[in-house]
Nanobody, 115 residues
């Protein structure tokens, strides 16, 4: 069993920053991709950023230049640095980890950006 625990969400004013963290624990061997999705009320879940075990990353167009994804393989952790936040970034953010053909999910952390 693999568990993902997220932290770092909260309330911030537009233009502010937050850093999300997600740490995987349990029976972990080699984690492949890790990343972050988000889901705003009434909208579909969307991929925000992903990073491979080798460090290659990709981003949702609307967050490019503002968000940075990183990971620490030794700690089985993935991070999302979010700068210049906008009200439209408000959502529940979920981390995931791909391991042995399965995708594991965190419980979600709320990010609210006030205008």
């Amino acid at each position: 069993q693999v568990q993902l625990v997220e932290s770092g969400g909260g309330l911030v004013q537009a233009g502010g920053s937050l850093r999300l963290s997600c740490v995987a624990s349990g029976k972990i061997f080699n984690i492949n991709a890790m990343g972050w999705y988000r889901q705003a009320p009434g909208k579909q879940r969307e991929l925000v950023a992903a990073i491979t075990s080798g460090g290659n990353s990709n981003y949702l167009d609307s967050v490019k230049g503002r968000f940075t994804i990183s990971r620490d393989n030794a700690k089985n952790a993935v991070y999302l640095q979010m700068n210049s936040l906008k009200p439209e970034d408000t959502a529940v953010y979920y981390c995931y980890a791909d391991l042995l053909g399965f995708r594991y999910w965190g419980q979600g952390t709320q990010v609210t950006v006030s205008s």
